[in-house]
């Protein structure tokens, strides 16, 4: 599975993967020398940056939660809207974003990058030819791709270890599959679980503020954008504007997928909150809560599978049992703190918590605008 993630004209090396590990870290990648891959992408916190929207370059703010980059060549498409396919073309976008790394185009971070002798040595070392754009985004895409994450305790209990996970996390590992409905999306099919990266490579409308951000009024403001087909228009608007809220609209020019986003890989989901693309949500409980409820109401773009799931305090806490058992090793001791700090806060305030919707009839979808 892993050596077909890799692409043919970017096989992996030691030195290429060594030369992308030093761009991702190296601030002289942005405009002004102050952000990083790894600005947003903290190895030391799960690669993400845990805000819920990510801080560029002279502190401004995009309208998107960084995801982790673990695991993110198994991916069929990358960022929250699909927008491009592979990790190289992923590595461009932000390096000229104006939020994030605030170059022009890339040649000019090219160009700064050119400036240092080391990487021109290593560049003509490793790829035979002069620094180039092409090649600066396959470095790091290389490194990029070394990021796996496996070796949890769920891991352990696919592979035979009965006692690996808990009898809660036992029990939240067939509510997920079953009664909470999350293999709706994050498995293969209804009735095949994924049990390696439990997502469906598809695109849902969940009920994330897609009403607070009136979408249908922002579709079809975005509609002469999308058709330019741009690529790096439609970046900037699903990072520094409200057209951010369409999400996989901006790519497909789909009405059914105004307001709809990627299902995300959920290993170490415990250590890469807060929570959905706008990181509005702040714990485990918070977004578990928000599927019992049935989710939006109001909305016409909803996800036909989101409905209400009567699960009662004790399945919601076996739902979290199971989330926190796809933690790797190298995580576990900063899940342990964080668990205890949503722990703590879920149980003072719950402000997605519905129980008269989630144990009601799942309302009539409203249609679509015309």
């Not at 870290?25 to 805000?51: E, I, N, Q, Y």
């Not at 991916?75 to 000229?96: H, M, S, Y």
């Not at 790829?127 to 791709?145: H, K, M, T, V, W």
């Not at 769920?154 to 599959?177: M, P, Q, T, V, Y």
Request: hydrophobic share 40%; with cysteine; charged share 25%.
């Amino acid at each position: 599975m892993t050596r077909a993630a890799i692409p043919a004209d970017n096989p992996q090396t030691p030195e290429k993967i060594s030369l992308g590990q030093k761009l991702f870290f190296d601030r002289r990648l942005s405009v002004d020398g102050t952000v990083s891959c790894s600005t947003c992408h903290d190895p030391a916190l799960a690669f993400t940056d845990r805000k819920r929207t990510s801080v560029g370059i002279q502190g401004r703010v995009g309208q998107r939660n960084a995801p982790t980059i673990l695991n993110a060549l198994y991916n069929k498409t990358q960022f929250w809207d699909g927008r491009v396919n592979t990790l190289e073309e992923q590595a461009a976008l932000p390096i000229v974003n104006a939020v994030e790394m605030g170059h022009p185009n890339l040649d000019a971070a090219v160009a700064q990058i050119a400036a240092v002798a080391e990487y021109q040595q290593a560049f003509q070392r490793i790829f035979g030819r002069p620094l180039n754009g092409a090649d600066l985004l396959r470095a790091i895409a290389s490194y990029e791709r070394t990021q796996l994450s496996f070796d949890s305790p769920f891991d352990h209990f696919i592979a035979g270890d009965k006692n690996a996970i808990d009898a809660s996390a036992k029990r939240g590992w067939e509510l997920f599959n079953n009664q909470a409905r999350c293999n709706k999306c994050h498995a293969l099919t209804d009735t095949q679980r994924d049990v390696t990266n439990l997502i469906d490579n598809d695109f849902h409308n969940i009920g994330i503020l897609a009403v607070q951000h009136k979408v249908v009024p922002l579709a079809r403001q975005a509609e002469q954008l999308i058709k330019t087909g741009d690529t790096t228009a439609i970046d900037r608007a699903a990072i520094q504007s409200d057209m951010s809220a369409l999400g996989r609209f901006l790519i497909s020019k789909q009405e059914k997928d105004i307001a709809s986003f990627k299902t995300p890989n959920i290993r170490n989901v415990l250590v890469t909150g807060p929570y959905f693309h706008d990181g509005s949500q702040e714990t485990l409980w918070d977004v578990i809560d928000h599927y019992n409820k049935g989710a939006g109401l109001q909305n016409p773009y909803l996800d036909e599978d989101i409905q209400p799931l009567a699960l009662t305090e004790n399945d919601i806490d076996d739902l979290v049992a199971f989330m926190v058992s796809l933690t790797s090793a190298i995580y576990q001791e900063q899940g342990a703190v964080e668990l205890a700090r949503q722990r703590a806060l879920s149980r003072t305030t719950r402000p997605q918590r519905d129980t008269a919707r989630a144990f009601g009839p799942k309302p009539p979808r409203p249609a679509p605008p015309k």
